[in-house]
């Protein structure tokens, strides 16, 4: 179990590595590097003035040294004016007017610097920090809205096959599985939080969610979310449902005489879960970055706020950091699930 | 209320001669009121004296005076700060004007406010400006305001050495070499500055007035406010998230030289740049004014029962083409035949009605200046749609099968405009292919694209967007616009303080740039804003300007 563990955390590490290095080539492209210039020092600058503010600020370098800066195995460079002052460079990021000698000579992520973002001009762990909470915070409540519902939705749908209960719970599930985000969270903002139509029961902006969520700023959003990854959920426990009820072993229950309730909860249950299980695990990661559409559509500054903006504004270290984020949260979900997996089903070992 | 220019109207000041000339050409009805008052104000009369010289009371201001305290949450982007000379966004100065004020405030009917000065005067040939210092004042790290705050602020102002520094156009009359010229800056005294242009420029006191112009503490220019706060302002940040939210809360440990600053607390709230966001916040009541209401959202906040006010501007979208761009190795906006085409074909009530719902006034002809707004507005003949005719110049420029590509960026008006004149070209014949990108990225390139729109924000004058936008020196001129005659006649307009001898010569300026198919310039923009009932002060401003010290509750 032990050696599995590491073995996957190594295989994280990795992942990481690589992807990192992509997102950096990527967002280190001469166009890039330009626009963020223009970003920082001012839209409507000219070519010479960006050419010397990417010198200036440590931009300038060839591409590997610079990503072993981020990483922390090189130094990196600091520009000085002619009395000695520091004017730009890696390390001198979010530490204006710190002296040329107090500056670091590494601030990589192995020095524990994740680096300054540009956008949102703090560090790039405190803008990550606060984004996973509030992103948490979101897909908690769906969660917690939406494992219990798919799961009662596709049990109930599977174990009588083509009733009439499962046939109203199927199309129930598949229409809010095949309704995109952008538009049921559209809908439910006219219906119930618009002076058009005037309900008006929540809002249908989740500003107001940062300060404190309460039940009518963060309903809509919750329900956006988890509306759309039921009918997904309820359709895989139905399946995984439906098949456990046709095996050999809950006809011989039957046949002893039990009643189909026990039947149900005692015998088919456990076994209909193992798939719909991974299935949950996978939501994890789909949420981290689905919620894009949901945080923008409600105002909601979220992780995936966080990444919509880091892309816009080529805030290179945010996004270095977000991609880091994704890696871990996709690995160690299906490390949860591959654990989880072999709990609930004793015939899978985990080796 | 006593307001900083009342208090200024009990001094004997000396009527500049070219004011009384203005007051004289009002009189004579060659000036409406409200360019007479601009003018006026710029040589350094005070409003009600400016009034009194044509014979009229001063309008009485704010008649309701703001209760003092409460909480005011605005709609508004929070974009990130840095020098203010860089800024590009008038929503960073909005952001800044609680701590580092101005030298003069623009008021929404085009006059100027003495702020940190008290008062200024200019010679009769606009050469020399004398500023007085407002005393009394300080800045919150408890040091007087003086004369060598101001003086700093003006050579940081001339510095063309700054990456993005924008304020070096609007003194230009006062830089050489890329700094402020040899004694152009005089300090006379503690409280005052006297200023000796290279050339005459009646418009200086209104560069100082602009939004890069906050003033900043002499060792601390170059800087960005957010990182150490120090103004003469009477607010301070509690909170600054770009992107999110910027609260600005009044500074306990600093005594304010001004009435205002009512409120306790101003919240600068960041919905993106969707309006129906705007609209699902406005109905959350999550805040009380919009930063400025777009197309139909104006009749929706107003049937929300939100107040609506609007003003008048020479804010318009420019759809130019790129004289100097090239595709595909060749220069398509080179031949001034392709351009006259463009801007014929195209009916400009037509982008008026589908870009903007109506909500602006039709320009006269493609030229950058705007009647009735700017004074120095000169009436040539106007546009008139012609097809036939640009068909005749496209097809003698061999220009027929050229496919040309129309950027805009992604939003409501400036994308609907610009869609609206590329329907309008594939009406006349022409092949057009519409590229639209987001605000993001829109502006990395925004001087370079061959045929593109760009919003322009209003200027008071009409020479002072000529300068800024279409002389061949500019950093902003997007037209790749390079002509001797006009440079020529710039030069000889804005040294001319005088408006009708100067609109003799913005009349060849503006035909110039008719007969040169310089761009397409369809209308010009009223602004909107909308406030819950009870919020004072908060009405739109031609520039969007907020000065968070007058707004307050009923």
Redesign the interface.
Known sequence: MAGFIIRRLGVMALTALCMTFIVFLLTNLQPNLEKLAKTQAGARITDAEVASWIDRNGYGAPMLTRYGEWLGVLPAPLATDADGRAVGGRCLRGHPGLAADEVPRFCGVLQGDWGYSTKFRRPVTEVIAERLQRTGLLMAWAFATMVPLALIVGVLAGMREGSALDRGLSTLSIATTSTPEYVSGVIFVALFASSMVGLKWFTGSAKSAVEGATFQNFTLPVATVALYGMGYIARMTRASMAEVMTAQYIRTARLKGLSFRAVVLRHALRNALIAPFTVIMLQFPWLLTGVVIVEALFVYPGFGDALVQGAQNNDIDLLLAVSVVAVIVVLATQLLSDIGYALLNPRIRVA | MTTPSSRADTRSDRTHPAARMYAREHRAGLMDRREFLGRATALGLTSAAAYALIGQPEPARAQTVPQRGGTLRIQMDCR???DPR???WSEKANETRGIIEYLAELRRDGTLRPMLLERWQANEDATEYTLHIRPGVTWNTGEPFTAKDVAANLDGWCDTSV??N?MPSRMAAMVEDGKAAEGAIEIVDDLTVRLHLLRPDGTLMFGMADYPAAVMHRDKIG??V??HGIGTGAYMFEE?????RIVLVRNPDHAYWGDGAWLDRIEF?D??T?PS?W???A????FDVTHETVSDFIDIFS??GWVESSVGTSSTVVIRPNQEAEVDGVRPYADVRVRRALALAIDNSVPLELGISGRGRESRNNFHVAPDVHPDYAEIEAHRQDIPEALRLMEEAGMMDYEHELVSIDDDYRKNTTDAVAAQLRDAGFKVRRTVL?G??F??D??KYPFSSTNWAHRETGIQLLNLAYRSTA??NECGFRNVEFDALLDQATAIADDTERRAVMARLERIMVDEGVAIIPYFRALYRHAKPGVLNIEMHPKYEINVHHLGWA
Not at chain 2, 283 to 286: T, V
Request: charge should be negative; hydrophobic fraction near 40%.
């Open positions: 990130e700060l840095a860089t800024y590009d990456e993005g924008s800087t960005s957010a990182d600054f998230k770009v992107g999110e709230l919905y993106g969707d966001a609209l699902a916040g109905d959350a009541d999550e049937a929300l987001p993001s990225t502006w990395n925004w001087t950093a902003w």
